[in-house]
């Protein structure tokens, strides 16, 4: 059935058109300017990501809609969905390679999807990228040779086992990192196998990013950091922030972090299959918080089984972590059982006060994240 209309909203429904159609006009505009900047940035080896200039160009913007009576958040929603665009399109002209003597560049899991990654970042920055993958451990030792920098992304199960059996002759100077979500262990076994600079880097992110722009890298300095300088300048100008951290307590927090949070998404999976949930069913009753919620729970089902049981299994002290989770969901459950309403309130009123001003500014940001899910409806 067509929507209902009459004769003065077709009229205004006309203007509405041609004003959007100026707005792509401006939009194409912007888009210009941004890969001129992106070119001077190429030059400069300036970061994609400028976060004092984008705090200023908000504050000016949203200063000048509220005296236009223009809400202040929608031109602030507006221009950062632009400046994702921007990080994105800066990307294309490349970027300026920091490190010009360096050698070449070699991934080991250069075909999994974070090496993809890595290999891509690095190759629009002008290095020579090899790949290493399972089949081709008989050339290794002519792809080794002459290499710069290798950096190691393969599955956690194995990463130690191969950094200690395979990497134990890399040239002198060459630098060794990986990529890997734990990072004790992996520097432990790449201190050991390699005497040249050795870093450990967490990417706090996943391969489906489009542009490396605000997200995260954890760095934990293993040995030669004067050496490997200019790779970590190299992720900055890529648009990332580095974080360094001591590698034990990295992993401690990972247990919560990673381990922890994907078993829980995992089991609340587990539980609506085992419950023969009927997913359409309740998307057609979902408020914009389960459907948020439903969707970061389904998209780990989209993602390899590997990966995850990677993740999870990586650290036997993760056990701990969601044991205590188990505890603490069986005596809450207690509560429920006995019926203890004021029990309840008296335990969520404790943890809101542990989550002091976060809880708010939690909820500032979901606010904004589920209009952004209601905005993607279609029916
Ligand atoms: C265009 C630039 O690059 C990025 C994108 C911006 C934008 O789209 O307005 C602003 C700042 C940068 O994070 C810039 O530095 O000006």
Redesign the pocket.
């Known amino acids: 059935m067509s929507e209902k209309t009459t004769k003065e909203l077709e009229k205004l429904r006309e203007h509405i058109d041609s004003v959007d159609q100026q707005l792509l006009h401006l939009l194409r505009k912007?888009l210009d300017?941004?890969a001129q900047?992106?070119g001077v940035?190429h030059a400069a080896g300036?970061?994609?990501?400028?976060?004092q200039?984008?705090a200023s160009?908000l504050a000016k913007r949203r200063e000048e809609a509220a005296k236009m009576n223009v809400s202040p958040q929608l031109i602030e929603d507006i221009?950062r969905r632009?400046?994702r665009?921007?990080?994105l399109n800066?990307k294309d002209v490349g970027f300026k390679q920091v490190k010009t003597d360096l050698g070449h560049v070699v991934i080991v899991g250069g075909q999994g999807k974070l090496g993809g990654l890595f290999a891509q970042m690095l190759s629009l920055s002008g290095y020579q990228v090899k790949s290493l993958d399972k089949d081709d451990w008989q050339q290794a030792e002519a792809i080794f040779d002459g290499a710069g920098l290798v950096i190691v992304t393969v599955p956690i199960s194995v990463t130690c086992e191969l950094i200690r059996d395979k990497l134990t002759s890399l040239p002198a100077n060459c630098i060794l990192a990986d990529l890997t979500s734990i990072k004790e262990k992996p520097l432990d076994a790449m201190l050991s196998s390699h005497q040249g600079p050795v870093v450990g880097l967490h990417p706090m992110f996943g391969p489906d990013v489009g542009s490396l722009?605000k997200q995260v890298v954890v760095v934990c300095h293993g040995r030669g950091r004067e050496q490997y300088e200019w790779l970590l300048e190299q992720i900055g100008i890529w648009?990332a922030r580095l974080v360094d951290a001591d590698a034990q307590q990295h992993d401690k927090a990972m247990q919560l972090v990673q381990a922890m949070r994907h078993f829980s998404s995992f089991v609340y999976g587990l539980n609506l299959y085992r419950e023969a949930a009927d997913i359409d069913n309740l998307l057609q009753f979902s408020s914009p918080i389960y459907r948020l919620e439903l969707a970061m729970v389904g998209r780990l089902f989209a993602q390899s089984p590997e990966l995850y049981a990677d993740i999870i299994f990586a650290q036997q002290e993760s056990l701990t972590a969601i044991g205590d989770y188990l505890d603490n969901y069986a005596q809450a459950l207690e509560l429920l059982k006995r019926g203890d309403r004021q029990g309840f309130i008296r335990e969520f009123e404790a943890v809101a006060a542990w989550f002091g001003d976060f809880a708010p500014q939690f909820q500032r940001e979901s606010r904004a994240m589920l209009q952004s899910v209601n905005d993607m409806k279609t029916s």
Request: proline fraction near 8%; aromatic fraction near 8%; charge should be neutral.
């Open positions: 912007r300017l941004v900047v992106g940035k300036v970061p994609i990501y400028a976060p200039r984008e160009m221009l632009l400046m665009e921007s990080y800066e722009a648009g």
